[in-house]
């Protein structure tokens, strides 16, 4: 793997949260993984698995010292995000790595018009930009998103727009700083399916106009197959397995994975009915000790309630962490 090439590389992260004296859960455990210049990294898993917190991770924005305490390391041109200050990761947000939410309400502020947040994201990183020129920048942003009626929008609070024009107005602050990485996290969920398609275009033209590298969170796999190049497979705070997007559909290898695309429709096949993932994905509070999964596997063995397998790497951009996808490797 070229390393010019990484833009993110996360290493051996864990996150635990101290719920009181007594009691830490393991939201997210050795978690390694990078993100390359210009490509759409899908994060898919269940809710409960791990994703957001990783995310969240990223730009520190889980409640440090009281209640989340990450360890590892998320590397971001040379730089511990981790452990860097937080003069040195305020000039990172919003900057170099924006962030998407599900809900574009809770990330606008009621109070201000459209117009006012964006131009106020415009001098954070540029105090002495003349109001003029901050209009302007505010002003392109909302054409990029292709907005009709920008002057309108411009000068509209929030809570007059639709959930899809919010969401293009989160997109067009995301993007107006021009950032390395921005992470989306279930961006889409919250919309009407007409609307999301849409919203995936947008993200996906802009993407290839810009360059920006983008991990993109879902539990849907229509939507990932639309937008990554790679998907990274989680379930209880672990990796399963992570690959090109293509081939992780194609040849899933760990039972988790192939339930996710066993109990998906697919337009164009005509399977007769949808396999099921039998129980639930368990709490934070009850995760189950050895491989997550094992409570609810069908092909769950001895070994898989002692301890968590190791990484099978099947080729250099394909890997899993089951203790059958080595055995599948060894019988050839
Ligand atoms: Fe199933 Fe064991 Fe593989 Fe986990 S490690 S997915 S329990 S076979």
């Known amino acids: 793997m070229d390393n010019q090439n990484v833009i993110l590389r996360v290493e051996d992260l864990s996150v635990d949260f101290r719920v009181n004296r007594k009691t830490t859960l393991h939201a997210v455990r050795d978690l390694s993984f990078e993100v390359r210049q210009g490509e759409t990294l899908g994060i898919l898993g269940e809710s409960g698995c791990g994703k957001s917190v990783t995310c969240m991770s990223i730009l520190r924005l889980l409640p440090e010292k009281t209640t989340a305490f990450p360890t590892g390391r998320i590397l971001f041109q040379d730089k511990n995000l981790l452990t860097c200050s937080y003069r040195e990761l305020k000039e990172i947000r919003g900057k170099d790595i924006s962030m ?3 809900e574009p309400m809770t990330s606008l502020n009621p109070l201000f018009t459209i117009g ?5 994201i415009v001098r ?8 003029a020129d901050a ?10 998103v292709r907005i009709p009626n920008p002057e309108r929008i411009f000068a509209s609070y929030p809570f007059t727009l639709s959930g899809g024009m919010q969401q293009r107005v989160m997109i067009a602050m995301a993007l107006l700083n021009k950032p390395k990485l921005l992470i989306c996290d279930e961006p889409t969920t919250a919309l009407d399916v007409t609307i999301q398609a849409q919203v995936l275009d947008l993200m996906n033209r802009l993407k290839e106009e810009s360059g920006t590298s983008i991990i993109f969170v879902t539990h849907d796999l229509g939507v990932i197959s639309e937008m990554a190049d790679r998907v990274m497979v989680m379930y209880g705070g672990r990796k399963c397995e992570e690959g090109p997007m293509t081939e992780v559909f194609s040849q899933p290898l760990h039972p988790y994975t192939k ?3 066993g109990s ?4 164009e096949e005509t399977r007769s009915r949808l396999v099921t993932i039998p129980g639930s994905v368990p709490s934070l509070a009850d995760m189950p000790k050895g491989c997550p999964f094992h409570n609810r ?9 002692q301890e968590f397998p190791k990484e099978t790497v099947i080729h250099a951009e394909h890997k ?12 050839g």
Do not use: T, W
């Open 135 to 144: 209009r302007e920048a505010a002003m392109n942003a909302i054409e990029k």
């Open 100 to 102: 998407i939410f599900q």
């Open 264 to 267: 998906h429709p697919n337009q």
């Open 297 to 305: 596997c069908e092909a769950a063995m001895e070994c898989c309630k």
């Open 320 to 331: 899993a962490f089951c203790y059958l996808c080595g055995e599948e490797e060894s019988n």
């Open 259 to 261: 339930g996710l695309i």
């Open 116 to 120: 006012d947040q964006l131009m106020e």
């Open 124 to 131: 954070v990183h540029d105090p002495h930009i003349h109001k």
